[in-house]
Every structure is written in structure tokens, then in C-alpha cells.
């Protein structure tokens, strides 16, 4: 059988980073895409992979990133819609409406461009897998973050939303919702009291996330789709304050 191919957005660094070396070991040919071209380059180099400069907010740059990984790879078989950007730290009526806007192009716009480039090469394979990166902050509020708690909660949307479309085609679409991780993204967070409210007493690694990213993918999970995962050392399972 000829090997599987991979599409990683945000694949430069932390997260994606993280899940393109674990879907490289798996011996699955990745594209890692991201905004930041020489990160995407490193990654590449170092997994064999293929290198994409591409800016997930521009729907054209996502349709031409995912035809040049299908003429790269004979084809596509899985997908991690992880591209995300955070905000600024706000009350909902303060909530700059230009950073919430760019917030949801950057982290809706990005899953749903990927999807709809992705979705028909998954078809035209004979069924893949897509997993999209939320949050626990698509499952619960958090306080100051309108933004990014908003486009959180669209992905799990879009997510259930594509996975009853086409489980009849093949695809399966999942989420992963991490809680805190530690990443460039929330640099400066990671020993803060949020950290410690994860039961688990600490952030996730990125490879943990990494791992339950290869599973809903391609490590067993046949039957799994619409489904929203938390990998965040049983933060959303505690009521605070109790116990
Ligand atoms: P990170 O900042 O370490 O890496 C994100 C990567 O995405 C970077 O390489 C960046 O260049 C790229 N990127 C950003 N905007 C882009 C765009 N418009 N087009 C293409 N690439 C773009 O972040 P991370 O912590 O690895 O987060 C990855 C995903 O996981 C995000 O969607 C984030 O919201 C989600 N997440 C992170 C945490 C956490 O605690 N780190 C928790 C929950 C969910």
C-alpha cells in the first residue's frame, strides 16, 4: 500500500508541530503548513515532508496548499485543522470588534477553508479522518476572551457539523480540546493559577496532544466521529471550589 498522506496547518511549531513528527513516525507523508514559512520549512526538513507557506485566513492559499500536498502525495487521506490565534484579553463589552473578527478568520475561517479544500479528497481516497483543534475553551467560558472562546465553540459546531455530513462518505471529523499546553501560544501562562486548576497539576506536553490527534486520525478510532476530546488533565471534569 502506498503511504498515507497528511495535511498539518500551524504545523511550524508547538501543537502541530508536535503532531506532524508523530504522524511522520506512523510513516504517514506529511504537509505541514503554516503562516510562518521557514518554521514549515524546519518541520519539513526534518520529517521529510512538504513545506507550505500558507496563511489559513486566505481560502485560495488553503484550496492551493491542499492541491499541491495531493499532487505531492498521490492523493490525502487525513487532515489537523490546528491553525489558531488568541486575542486580546477583554470584557465582552470592551471586546475590540476588529481583533474579534480577525480571531474568527484566523481560527473559523481557517478550519472551514481547510475543510471544504480537504473534504473531496478525502471522498475521492475512499474515506480519511479530519480532526480539528478547539479548546476547553469551546466547551465552557472563559473570562476576557470573547473571542477566542467564540471561534472555539464554532469549530466544535463545525466539527459535529461535517461529521454527520459525510460519516456515509467515509470521513470521520473529530475535535481535540486540550486544556492548557505548553506552547509559545500561551507563553507566560503555564505556571499561573490556571495551570495549577488542572487536576493533573500541570500543562499538557504538545506530544499528548499530539497523540490523541493520531488516534482520532488513524490509531483505532473507526467508529469515532462528531466527537469532541478533551486532553486536558480532567480540567472540564471538576466542579471548582468542591471537594
Ligand atoms: P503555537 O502558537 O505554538 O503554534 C501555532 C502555529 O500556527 C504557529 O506556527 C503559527 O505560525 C501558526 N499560525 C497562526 N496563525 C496562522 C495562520 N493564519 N495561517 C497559518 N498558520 C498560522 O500554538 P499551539 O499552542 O500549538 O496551538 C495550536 C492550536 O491548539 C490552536 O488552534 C490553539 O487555539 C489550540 N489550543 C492550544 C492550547 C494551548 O494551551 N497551547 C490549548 C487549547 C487549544
Redesign the pocket.
Known amino acids: 500500500m502506498s503511504p498515507r498522506v497528511a495535511f498539518v ?9 508536535a503532531t506532524a513528527r508523530r504522524l511522520a513516525a506512523e510513516g504517514v507523508r506529511v504537509a505541514v ?4 514559512g521557514d ?1 514549515a520549512h524546519a518541520v519539513a526538513a526534518e520529517i521529510d515532508g512538504l513545506a507550505l507557506p ?4 486566505r481560502p485560495g492559499e488553503v484550496v492551493a496548499a491542499v492541491d499541491r500536498t495531493v499532487a505531492w502525495g498521490g492523493g490525502l487521506h487525513y487532515a489537523y485543522n ?5 486575542g486580546v484579553l477583554a470584557d465582552v463589552a470592551d471586546y475590540p470588534q476588529d481583533v474579534f473578527w480577525r480571531v474568527q478568520r ?2 473559523v475561517g ?1 478550519v472551514l477553508a481547510g475543510m471544504r479544500a480537504q473534504l473531496p479528497h478525502l471522498v475521492a481516497a475512499g474515506g480519511g479522518a479530519i480532526v480539528n ?5 469551546g466547551l465552557a467560558g472563559v473570562a476576557r476572551s470573547a473571542a ?1 472562546v467564540a471561534s ?1 465553540h464554532a469549530i466544535v459546531g463545525l466539527t459535529r457539523t461535517a461529521a454527520v455530513e459525510y460519516a456515509a462518505r467515509g470521513v470521520r471529523v473529530n475535535a481535540v ?10 507563553r507566560g501562562i503555564d505556571r499561573s493559577a490556571f495551570a495549577d486548576a488542572h487536576p493533573a497539576g500541570r ?2 506536553r ?1 506530544e499528548e ?1 499530539a497523540e490523541a490527534v493520531w488516534w482520532l486520525l488513524a490509531g483505532g478510532s473507526s467508529f469515532v466521529t462528531g466527537t469532541v476530546l478533551p486532553v486536558d488533565g480532567g480540567l472540564l471534569a471538576q466542579v471548582p471550589g468542591l471537594g
Not at 490546528?82 to 488568541?86: L, R
Not at 483543534?133 to 475553551?137: E, I, Q, R, V
Not at 480540546?177 to 500561551?186: E, I, N
Open positions: 496547518t500551524g504545523g511550524g511549531r508547538g501543537i502541530g508541530a503548513a503554516d503562516r510562518d518554521a500558507v496563511d489559513v485566513s490546528n491553525a489558531g490565534v488568541t484566523v481560527n481557517g483543534a478547539a479548546s476547553g475553551a477566542y472555539k480540546a486540550p486544556g492548557l499546553v505548553s506552547t509559545g501560544l500561551v500543562p499538557a504538545p496532544v
